[in-house]
């Protein structure tokens, strides 16, 4: 079973562009979240899809930020456009259901300079 | 107060030896706790996950959760140089939410 993958593995740009992830979930995950981790803190929860919904979207930092999960399978986050701050290691993870462990990739590291 | 709390280490202990992770958690309400281990550069994988007061074990591994004393922790047996990683606390939350809430991690070195 492939796990929890996560395109691109690096990602360098500069400050004001824009920079999309995505994140593929294992087969059959309905449940999708998105976390970040800045220099130095924990990782933070950003966002939950169930399906296409989004279930729960209070960890999005500001409107710069935009997540889609069209048809409920893979999932993208934007980011426009990119401020200093954004820089950090953004995971997804996925689950069967809400209440079974999440399953993480190995995220994306996001460097805007 | 931060709502996962874990003492950054770094740990170092032989090899062979238990080593042991320790976790503490504010919210009074929260049933599902999670230990992830996490390589440098890699995703964090699940190595363990409780529910209920107590002990449980898997293999070298043995969870411990103590909600009276809001207090998780992470047993390590026969300690290997594999073992080598951050180990990452992880806390269901009381409520509707389904985020989890890490801890900041352990650093745990194994020497050979």
């Known amino acids: 079973e492939a796990g929890v993958t996560q395109f691109p593995s690096h990602s360098v740009i500069e400050k004001g562009q824009t920079v999309t992830l995505r994140c593929d979930p294992i087969s059959g995950h309905d449940n999708l979240y998105w976390y970040r981790r800045v220099m130095g803190k924990e990782i933070k929860f950003l966002l939950h899809f169930v399906k296409e919904s989004k279930q729960d979207e209070s960890g999005m930092p500001n409107n710069r930020f935009l997540a889609e999960r069209t048809g409920g399978t893979y999932s993208t986050l934007k980011v426009q456009p990119a401020e200093l701050e954004d820089s950090g290691v953004y995971f997804c993870?996925?689950?069967?259901?809400?209440?079974?462990?999440?399953?993480f990739g190995d995220g994306t590291r996001l460097s805007i300079l | 107060q931060k709502e996962v709390e874990q003492n950054s280490g770094p740990l170092s202990v032989p090899e062979g030896a238990i080593a042991s992770l320790n976790c503490t958690y504010s919210?009074?309400?929260?049933?599902?706790f999670f230990w992830y281990r996490q390589y440098s550069g890699k995703s964090p994988e699940l190595i363990m996950s409780?529910?209920?007061?107590g002990d449980k074990e898997d293999g070298r591994f043995t969870a411990q959760l103590n909600k009276a004393s809001q207090y998780v922790s992470l047993l390590i047996r026969d300690s290997q140089p594999s073992d080598s990683a951050t180990y990452l606390c992880a806390v269901l939350l009381s409520g509707s939410a389904r985020q989890l809430t890490f801890g900041s991690g352990t650093q745990l070195t194994v020497l050979p």
């Open positions: 993870a996925s689950s069967y259901d809400s209440n079974q462990p999440q399953h």
């Open positions: 919210d009074r309400g929260s049933q599902s």
């Open positions: 409780i529910y209920s007061n």
